[in-house]
């Protein structure tokens, strides 16, 4: 494996042992001396054109406790903004022999044409509406740790889906894995067709949370014109919101999930986001783990 | 390579030869290291996990005092890491005690050019600065490439450094006790 362009070409083997490697991973996070020296000498890109906390963040931490080489570039203060094309930045950057490139654009696919022009490794951290497919690694580690399998797992995935590249990526990833996934959310929101990526459509939320193992929550995405397919924040709250009583219909042993930024009181509520069942912080915990994995495994041996 | 697919020429020690060693061994631990309540049993992975076991099992025998056990990984600090052809697969290492306060006995089955036990090591110390390290093998088959020797050793063997290899076969993996030269 070179490159992790995004959940869809994986098979189940090499998600299990991403997740199993990420696994060894999570000592070496716990321990006072939290590096190991794996990729000394490596350089690692991370190229973020997109806002992101979680995510970039997390891929330094995971290359600098490898040992790695990190330089992070945005948009803004790089010469793309004197009219320089991504194609002829991609070109540049490689140029200085880069061994990885993490990429996170708004332009779905882009990382699969950087991976065609550059030699590096192309690690996708989210493109457009295609693909997040750490995040959903990151998700099915989570799930893996408190769940004793995958088979028949009954998941409700809820909210914007139509412009969730993590409801895509977790798609293929649990249904790979043979999860039952069930999604739900505004009508404007759930792709026409979806049934063929081999999911459930609820008529309600509440069809999708009864007796389900895992409930994720996604973003209302403002940026990405969330907003104009439902009327107002309030309506939205008001039926999709994952409260203390809609939870109450799931498993007792249910786990709540978000990728984050979380959106408190819109599509989340808070006592249910800093309640028991909540996971979510250590999703973001297991990130770091996840990636460590992802750039061991791209970047190791001599492929 | 899968212990059932490799060619196997001789065989070295049976499960009795194993056993005597390892009995030697613990004396031999026992004899140095007359604070046993100081001392810790590190295996390294995967095999040297397992003979480490039973040298803390041996010791809780003969001298009632149960020694911490830990396992290390050392995929993570090998220096063949990017000219190997795979990526090599990565396991948990573990350690429940804090390692600063023990003298560490590291356990692995075969000594050889000796850059596993750099390796092993070079992990310790990331978990803290152990009061001494000591190093206890099954088999030393000579070719080392670094100034490392082993404390404590069940055998020592003859082999080619190219065309030959040495391995262990244990019980808890193989179903059966023995070490065999294999031809390469």
């Known amino acids: 494996m070179k490159h992790l362009l995004g959940i869809e070409n994986l098979n189940r083997d090499q998600i299990m042992n991403i997740l199993e490697t990420a696994e060894s991973f999570e000592s070496i996070n716990k321990r006072a001396v939290k590096k190991v020296p794996t990729l000394k000498g490596k350089m690692v890109v991370n190229f973020f054109a997109e806002p992101s906390t979680r995510t970039r963040l997390s891929f330094e931490v995971a290359e600098k406790r490898l040992s790695a080489d990190t330089y992070n570039m945005a948009v803004s203060g790089s010469a793309i903004q004197k009219g320089e094309t991504l194609s002829d930045t991609a070109l540049n950057i490689q140029a200085m022999q880069p061994d990885a490139l993490v990429i996170r654009h708004t332009s779905s696919g882009l990382p699969n044409m950087l991976a065609d022009i550059m030699d590096c490794s192309i690690i996708n951290a989210g493109d457009g509406f295609h693909e997040h497919p750490t995040q959903a690694l990151l998700d099915a580690f989570t799930i893996k740790q408190k769940k004793t399998t995958f088979k028949g797992l009954k998941v409700a995935l809820i909210g914007d889906i139509l412009h969730s590249r993590v409801a895509r990526s977790n798609i293929y990833l649990l249904n790979k894995l043979d999860a039952d996934i069930t999604v739900s959310g505004p009508g404007t929101m759930i792709p026409v067709g979806i049934e063929k990526m081999g999911v459930k459509v609820a008529k309600t939320p509440a069809e999708a949370v009864r007796g389900a193992d895992v409930v994720m929550m996604l973003r209302v995405q403002n940026e990405r014109a969330s907003n104009l397919l439902y009327p107002d924040t309030r309506e939205y709250s008001k039926f999709f919101c994952l409260t203390p009583e809609l939870l109450s219909l799931a498993d007792s042993e249910a786990l709540v999930m978000h990728p984050g930024p979380a959106n408190r009181g819109v599509e989340i509520d808070d006592i249910v986001m800093d309640g028991e069942s909540s996971v979510i912080l250590e999703q973001v915990s297991n990130g770091v783990s996840v990636r460590m994995a992802v750039l061991y495994l791209l970047l190791g041996g001599q492929n | ?184």
Request: hydrophobic share 40%; proline share 3%.
């Open chain 2, 1 to 184: 390579m899968k212990r059932r697919d490799l060619n196997e020429k001789k065989v070295l020690m049976n499960e009795e030869a194993i056993e005597n060693s390892l009995n030697r061994i613990v004396s031999e631990i026992i004899e140095k290291n007359p604070d046993l309540e100081k001392c810790a049993v590190v295996g390294i992975r995967t095999r040297g996990e397992y003979l480490a076991e039973r040298i803390v099992r041996k010791i809780k025998e003969i001298k009632g005092v149960t020694v911490p056990f830990g396992v290390i990984d050392i995929a993570l600090y090998r220096d063949d890491f990017f000219k190997s052809l795979s990526t090599p697969a990565v396991g948990p290492s573990h350690f429940d005690f804090d390692i600063e306060e023990y003298d560490v006995i590291l356990v692995d089955d075969v000594l050889f050019t000796a850059r596993t036990i750099r390796a092993a090591i070079e992990a310790l110390m990331d978990y803290g600065r152990p009061k001494s390290v000591q190093l206890a093998v099954l088999v030393d088959r000579g070719h080392r490439e670094l100034p490392i020797r082993a404390d404590y050793t069940g055998k020592i063997v003859d082999s080619d450094k190219n065309n030959e290899a040495v391995a262990l076969f244990i019980k808890e993996l193989d179903a059966v006790d023995k070490v065999v030269l294999v031809q390469k």
